[in-house]
T-cell receptor
C-alpha cells in the first residue's frame, strides 16, 4: 500500500456520461497530481493542486475538471465521456524533498 | 518545455543478463530525475531518484547516475531476473521552486522489459 488511495479501481460507463474519480493523498502530502495513461499518449499530466489551490495545468480537456478539498482529498470529474477517454487515471501526492507517491489508479472504460 | 526521451522498446533479455535502458532529458536548471517501474496491472512505483548532478540513485540492484554534461540518467542492472519484467519510466521534475512542493513530473514514453528464464 503506497498510502495514496484511489477509488474506484474500475469504472465502466457509457459515452456521454459523467464520472468522478477520487484520490486521498498520503498523510502529510499537500500536493496532488492527476495523470492519464493511455496506450497512444503514454503518461500525460492533467492537473496539480497544492493545499486546495490549482497549481499547474497540463493537457486537461475542458470536459474534465478537478478540485482539492479542505481535507486534501481530490476529485477528478470527467463529463461528456467519449470512447477516447478510456484510460488509466493515476493520482500522485508529494511533499517537498520526498518525491512522488502514486496510487494504484482507476481504470476507466467508456463503451 | 521539459521533455524526456527513453530508448525504444521492447527489450527482451535472458535471466542474469546486463540491462541498460537509456534516458536523456531536456530541461532548464537542475531538475530532479526519477525511474519508476510499473508491473502488470499495477500503479507506478518509485525505483530510484537523483536530485543533483553526479548523484547515483540505487535500489534493488538497479542504478542510475545523474549526468548533467550529457543530460542523461541511464538505468542499469548487472543481472536481471524474471521478476524484473515490467515497464520502466524515466521522469523529471523541475528544479524545486520555493521549497514547497515539486512541480509536475514529465515522463518518457516507457520501456517494456521482458526477462526470460
Amino acid at each position: 500500500d503506497s498510502g495514496v488511495t484511489q477509488t474506484p479501481k474500475h469504472l465502466i460507463t457509457a459515452t456521454g456520461q459523467r464520472v468522478t474519480l477520487r484520490c486521498s493523498p498520503r498523510s502529510g502530502d499537500l500536493s496532488v497530481y492527476w495523470y492519464q495513461q493511455s496506450l497512444d499518449q503514454g503518461l500525460q499530466f492533467l492537473i496539480q493542486y497544492y493545499n486546495g489551490e490549482e497549481r499547474a495545468k497540463g493537457n486537461i480537456l475542458e470536459r474534465f475538471s478537478a478540485q482539492q478539498f479542505p481535507d486534501l482529498h481530490s476529485e477528478l470529474n470527467l463529463s461528456s465521456l467519449e470512447l477516447g477517454d478510456s484510460a488509466l487515471y493515476f493520482c500522485a501526492s508529494s511533499v517537498a524533498g520526498d518525491g512522488y507517491t502514486f496510487g494504484s489508479g482507476t481504470r476507466l472504460t467508456v463503451v | 518545455g521539459d521533455s524526456v526521451t527513453q530508448m525504444e522498446g521492447p527489450v527482451t533479455l535472458s535471466e542474469e543478463a546486463f540491462l541498460t535502458i537509456n534516458c536523456t532529458y531536456t530541461a532548464t536548471g537542475y531538475p530532479s530525475l526519477f525511474w519508476y517501474v510499473q508491473y502488470p496491472g499495477e500503479g507506478l512505483q518509485l525505483l530510484l531518484k537523483a536530485t543533483k548532478a553526479d548523484d547515483k540513485g540505487s535500489n534493488k540492484g538497479f542504478e542510475a547516475t545523474y549526468r548533467k554534461e550529457t543530460t542523461s540518467f541511464h538505468l542499469e542492472k548487472g543481472s536481471v531476473q524474471v521478476s524484473d519484467s515490467a515497464v520502466y519510466f524515466c521522469a523529471l521534475s523541475p528544479a524545486e521552486a520555493g521549497g514547497t512542493s515539486y512541480g509536475k513530473l514529465t515522463f518518457g514514453q516507457g520501456t517494456i522489459l521482458t526477462v526470460h528464464p
